[in-house]
């Protein structure tokens, strides 16, 4: 059974840094298009930044410049990380990896690409 496990959110103050990992289990991510999404309460899922399985990456307005991903297609159980600076009390949501095998990149930010997702971990940025 194919699953994603997310790791690294907590709390920090506005300016800080973290850093978020995705791990796999049932499937290799090397052929995969990879995305972190977040959700705030009552919002819509939203996507962050995206990864595919041949390097392009596209990110959100919101977060480009501050947010970097990257994949290591030399491991296929490690799946996108995403080093987040400048963390504002905006970025408080919980954020979520997702797995697609879609090539349409276009649709790289829209939660109906992917086929295979995270239970989330959580980011909460203070003023």
């Known amino acids: 059974r194919e699953q994603l496990v997310e790791s690294g959110g907590g709390a920090v103050q506005s300016g800080g840094s973290l850093r978020l990992s995705c791990t796999a289990s049932?499937?290799?991510?090397?052929?995969?298009?990879l995305t972190w999404f977040r959700q705030r309460p009552g919002q819509e899922r939203e996507g962050v930044a995206g990864?595919?399985?041949?390097?392009?990456?596209?990110?959100s307005d919101s977060t480009r410049g501050r947010f970097t991903i990257s994949r290591e297609n030399d491991n296929d159980k490690l799946g996108p990380q995403l080093q987040m600076n400048s963390l504002k009390p905006a970025d408080t949501a919980r954020y979520y990896c997702?797995?697609?095998?879609?090539?349409?990149?276009?649709?790289?930010?829209?939660?109906?690409?992917?086929?295979?997702w995270g239970q989330g971990t959580q980011v909460t940025v203070s003023s």
């Open positions: 049932g499937f290799y991510f090397s052929r995969y298009s």
């Open positions: 990864i595919d399985s041949q390097g392009h990456i596209i990110y």
């Open positions: 997702a797995a697609s095998g879609s090539a349409d990149w276009s649709r790289a930010l829209r939660p109906s690409t992917y086929q295979y």
